[in-house]
Every structure is written in C-alpha cells, then in structure tokens.
T-cell receptor, first 115, second 110 residues
Framework: KAGVTQTPRYLIKTRGQQVTLSCSPI?????VSWYQQTPGQGLQFLFE???????NKGNFPGRFSGRQFSNSRSEMNVSTLELGDSALYLC??????????????FGPGTRLLVL | GQQLNQSPQSMFIQEGEDVSMNCTSS?????WLWYKQEPGEGPVLLIA?????ELTSNGRLTAQFGITRKDSFLNISASIPSDVGIYFC??????????FGQGTRLTINP
C-alpha cells in the first residue's frame, strides 16, 4: 500500500506570496493532519481534517488554512508569506478519527523556503 | 506551543553501545509514540504505546509507557550505524493531534 504523498517536495516563494501544498493520505485513510517543523519550534500541530471537516486546530494565525476533499486528499494554504514561514510542512494520515489503537503515518514533507 | 521535555538533546556513542532517551510531560497522554526522522524525510513510526505501564519491543528497540501516563522512554540496544538520526517522542491527548518532544539527535562513531 502506498504511503502518504506530498507535493511539491520543495518550494521557494517570496514574502507576500501565497502557497498551496497538497497531501494524499494512505488509501482508505480519512483523517489528515498537518504539522510545521522548524529548527526553533520543532514539530507543531497546524490542523486536522476528517471527512472534509476541520476537527482540530493548532495555534497558528489565520493565514494558515486548509481543506479536505471527498477523496480525503488535503491541501494547505498559507497566504501573505513571511520569512518565518520557512519550514518543513508535514502531512500525516490515519484510518479513522477517535480510535486510540491507531496512529498517524507521516509523508516526506514539503520544504518551503520564503525569501 | 506545548512540547514534551525530551532528553538528552544529543548523544554521541560508539557503535555497539546501548542508547536510552526519555520524554516527560506535566500533562497526561493517552498514547505515546516514538518516531525517527532522517534528513529530508518525514518522521517514521518506530513504536506506539497505548496503555499505561505497557512495554513494547520492535527488534532492538524497546519503549515503555509510564505508569503515570506522563512519561515514556526508548531504548536502543547494540546500536548500528543506520540508527543515526533524530528520534522524537510524541504524546496524543485527543484523537487528533500529536504533541512532540524536541528530539534527540543520535550520532554513532563506527
């Protein structure tokens, strides 16, 4: 079974631009979570989607948004990019929501550089 | 944001040595997870722990879910060069989000 895929793998943008990242979960998985990883802050939870609904959100500004489609694929958007948004953005999928005997599997990430 | 206290931050060991790292928190978690991350890749799940007191092994790796549900440790026995990487603990409170430790960077001298 294929793992979590993320596109693009690398991205360079300039301040003020906006960016959209894509995540395809493991086949059959319906829950998708997004995380930001930086050297200073480590891994931080952004938000989680299940059945096209955002179920949980971390402490990030409104410039960070996301959505999930009916096929469980998810996109994350960051508007008005700032230098501090440079990071590795990770997507993780799980089969169901609320099942404590499952866990999240991560994709390879999209490395975003904001100049 | 909230993070777990993971230690040590880095380790420099000889090949063949055993490794031990741990995570603590002031909060209770329902699940403890241990991940390994290599450069340019996402974290890869090593061990998942679901019950307080649970001790689980995966090859040379052993992890335990603390009785208080506020801590966990990971041991690696007889380290080999491919064990190099950054190890993260993660705790799950609700079903949706993980809280991560700062990571332990493992370096092995052959």
């Amino acid at each position: 079974k294929a793992g979590v895929t993320q596109t693009p793998r690398y991205l360079i943008k300039t301040r003020g631009q906006q960016v959209t990242l894509s995540c395809s979960p493991i086949s059959g998985h319906r829950s998708v979570s997004w995380y930001q990883q930086t050297p200073g802050q480590g891994l931080q939870f952004l938000f989680e989607y299940f059945s096209e609904t955002q179920r949980n959100k971390g402490n990030f500004p409104g410039r960070f948004s996301g959505r999930q489609f009916s096929n469980s694929r998810s996109e994350m958007n960051v508007s008005t990019l700032e230098l501090g948004d440079s990071a590795l953005y990770l997507c993780a999928s799980r089969l169901r929501q609320g099942m404590y005997q499952e866990t999240q599997y991560f994709g390879p990430g999209t490395r975003l550089l904001v100049l | 944001g909230q993070q777990l206290n993971q230690s040590p931050q880095s380790m420099f060991i000889q090949e063949g040595e055993d490794v031990s790292m741990n995570c603590t928190s002031s909060s209770i978690f329902n699940t403890w997870l241990w991940y390994k991350q290599e450069p340019g890749e996402g974290p890869v799940l090593l061990i998942a722990l679901y019950k307080a007191g649970e001790l689980t092994s995966n090859g040379r790796l052993t992890a335990q879910f603390g009785i208080t549900r506020k801590d966990s440790f990971l041991n690696i026995s007889a380290s080999i060069p491919s064990d190099v990487g950054i190890y993260f603990c993660a705790g799950e409170q609700g079903a949706q989000k993980l809280v991560f430790g700062q990571g332990t960077r493992l370096t092995i001298n052959p």
